[in-house]
Nanobody, 116 residues
Framework: VQLQASGGGSVQAGGSLRLSCAASRWIFVTYDMGWYRQAPGKQRELVATITSGGSTVYADSVKGRFTISRDNAENTVYLQLNSLKPEDTAVYYC???????????WGQGTQVTVSS
């Protein structure tokens, strides 16, 4: 398994979750890492990305609430989800790929459900 995601769950609005994605070493040092999400009936959308140097990009809808980070010693990328809203409900996928291009690798997805 190239990318292994974990950490999803069900929370009430305003709550927090932390998602983790463990990657193979080669993928982790070669590519930018990121998180996408897909809600029922909607297209998959970018949530956040992080480069090997730690530069980050966020979707406008999550700025100020979500934080992406990486642990280079553990080959793991994290997504901290704070102040969750019902509209954040989706399956979240970790990803790896070259900068400014579609990801080459996907994790298996982890469900995040936020109730009002």
């Amino acid at each position: 398994v190239q990318l292994q995601a974990s950490g999803g769950g069900s929370v009430q609005a305003g709550g927090s979750l932390r998602l983790s994605c463990a990657a193979s070493r080669w993928i982790f040092v070669t590519y930018d890492m990121g998180w996408y999400r897909q809600a029922p009936g909607k297209q998959r959308e970018l949530v956040a990305t992080i480069t090997s140097g730690g530069s980050t990009v966020y979707a406008d809808s999550v700025k100020g609430r979500f934080t992406i980070s990486r642990d280079n010693a553990e080959n793991t990328v994290y997504l901290q989800l704070n102040s969750l809203k019902p509209e954040d409900t989706a399956v979240y996928y970790c990803s790896a790929g070259p900068r400014s291009r579609s990801p080459y690798y996907w994790g298996q997805g982890t469900q995040v459900t936020v109730s009002s």
